[in-house]
């Protein structure tokens, strides 16, 4: 039973749902989210135990340092959501032939979706303790898997994904080392309702897009029911496992 979770990202539709779900099932749990701005509609019931660290940026590393010593201050977590991520955004989106690689476009994608989730890791995974469960998932995405990819297309975001996967499993077998009894896997929430899904959801098939609270509660029960033998792979919302 969670008693202290951070969720890194919890402005987005997932994080929000995430933080919310776990104020939920876990009442007696204390929750730290990380986020760019203030966010409101928490209840007053969960204000005592619900700890805000605004003016994140996943592009400032400093910042990102500073959050994760804030999310450590009441002890070592037992539950870590990093829920960061871009798809598309000002001037860019997913290319759909070589000839749309934007080096600028790239760049930017590689930074929200590789290097800050990287950083997140960097800061936080060394300041944890070296006895005591924890588990800890990074959002990912099935195209990240280089055997699974049938379509082509979305190179940026597909790379960073790969890299990013490939990140998870790296830093786990590190955390290991250090602490046998922590787990780090990837996620993949499936399709969203979410902006960031919202451009290309007309391909997605019937009952496929799923709402951001069923899909927290989802990528939370797999989360939970992760043990060191899961650590440093990535896993869908239903729990199956995703091959790289």
Same mark, same amino acid.
Request: aromatic share 6%; net charge positive.
């Given at each position: 039973?969670? !008693?202290?979770?951070?969720?890194?990202?919890?402005? %987005?539709?997932?994080?929000?749902?995430?933080?919310?779900? $776990?104020?939920?099932?876990? @009442?007696?749990?204390?929750?730290?989210?990380?986020?760019?701005?203030?966010?409101?509609?928490?209840?007053?019931?969960?204000?005592?135990?619900?700890?805000?660290?605004?003016?994140?940026?996943?592009?400032?590393?400093?910042?990102?340092? #500073?959050?994760?010593? #804030?999310?450590? /201050?009441?002890?070592?977590?037992?539950?870590?959501?990093? $829920?960061?991520?871009?798809?598309?955004?000002?001037?860019? #989106?997913?290319?759909?032939?070589?000839?749309?690689?934007?080096?600028?476009?790239? $760049?930017?994608?590689?930074?929200?979706?590789?290097? %800050?989730?990287?950083?997140?890791?960097?800061?936080?995974?060394?300041?944890?303790?070296?006895?005591?469960?924890?588990?800890?998932?990074?959002?990912? /995405?099935?195209?990240?898997?280089?055997?699974?990819?049938?379509?082509?297309? =979305?190179?940026?975001?597909?790379?960073?994904? #790969?890299?990013?996967?490939?990140?998870?499993?790296?830093?786990?077998? *590190?955390?290991? !080392?250090?602490?046998? *009894?922590?787990?780090?896997?990837?996620?993949?929430?499936?399709?969203?309702?979410? /902006?960031?899904?919202?451009?290309?959801?007309?391909?997605? @098939?019937?009952?496929?897009?799923?709402?951001? $609270?069923?899909?927290?509660?989802?990528?939370?029960?797999?989360?939970?029911? !992760?043990?060191?033998?899961?650590?440093?792979?990535?896993?869908? =919302? /239903?729990?199956?496992?995703?091959? @790289?």
């Amino acid at each position: 039973m969670p !008693r202290n979770i951070t969720v890194i990202g919890a402005s %987005g539709a997932i994080g929000r749902a995430f933080a919310e779900q $776990a104020l939920d099932r876990f @009442p007696d749990a204390i929750l730290h989210v990380v986020s760019r701005s203030e966010m409101g509609g928490f209840t007053t019931k969960h204000s005592q135990r619900l700890y805000q660290h605004c003016g994140f940026d996943l592009e400032n590393e400093a910042l990102v340092e #500073a959050a994760c010593k #804030a999310c450590l /201050a009441d002890g070592q977590p037992d539950l870590v959501l990093i $829920a960061t991520g871009v798809l598309h955004g000002d001037g860019f #989106a997913p290319e759909r032939r070589l000839q749309d690689l934007d080096p600028s476009a790239f $760049a930017k994608v590689l930074a929200l979706n590789l290097i %800050g989730p990287s950083l997140i890791l960097k800061h936080l995974l060394p300041r944890l303790d070296r006895s005591g469960p924890v588990r800890i998932g990074v959002i990912s /995405a099935r195209v990240g898997s280089i055997s699974d990819n049938h379509l082509g297309g =979305w190179y940026s975001y597909r790379a960073s994904k #790969a890299a990013l996967n490939m990140m998870v499993k790296s830093a786990s077998i *590190e955390l290991f !080392r250090r602490n046998k *009894e922590a787990v780090l896997v990837g996620l993949h929430p499936g399709t969203v309702d979410s /902006a960031l899904s919202q451009p290309f959801q007309k391909s997605v @098939p019937e009952g496929k897009l799923f709402t951001p $609270a069923h899909s927290a509660a989802c990528l939370m029960d797999v989360l939970l029911s !992760r043990n060191v033998r899961h650590t440093g792979r990535c896993y869908d =919302w /239903a729990g199956k496992e995703i091959e @790289p």
